[in-house]
């Protein structure tokens, strides 16, 4: 009698993130308007009172203590941010 081949099954958790490295586990990424190249250029050229919109989106990991961390794990504060 030949016994049938064992099949895996991968199992996902609903909203699980892969934390950046060095990063405390149980945050969330989210994407996050700031005030990077572009905005400037368009303040600078079209528009001085861009800060109060900016152009430029990042993703960032929060941590439960609501920190901002980068993907490679280091804590950042982009310029003018807006979530």
């Known amino acids: ?6 099949q ?3 199992v996902a ?3 699980q993130v892969a ?3 060095g990063t ?3 945050g969330v990424m989210i994407e ?10 368009i303040g600078l050229l079209l528009c001085p009172c861009v800060c109060g919109c900016p152009c ?3 993703t ?9 961390y980068n993907m490679q794990g280091a804590a950042t504060n982009p310029a003018c941010m807006k979530m």
């Open 1 to 6: 009698m030949e016994k049938a081949p064992v």
């Open 19 to 21: 934390n950046p490295p």
């Open 60 to 68: 960032v990991y929060r941590a439960p203590d609501g920190t901002l």
């Open 8 to 10: 895996g099954v991968v």
């Open 24 to 26: 405390p586990p149980g």
């Open 13 to 15: 958790q609903p909203n």
């Open 32 to 41: 996050v308007a700031y005030c990077g190249l572009t905005t400037w250029i």
């Open 56 to 58: 430029d989106k990042m």
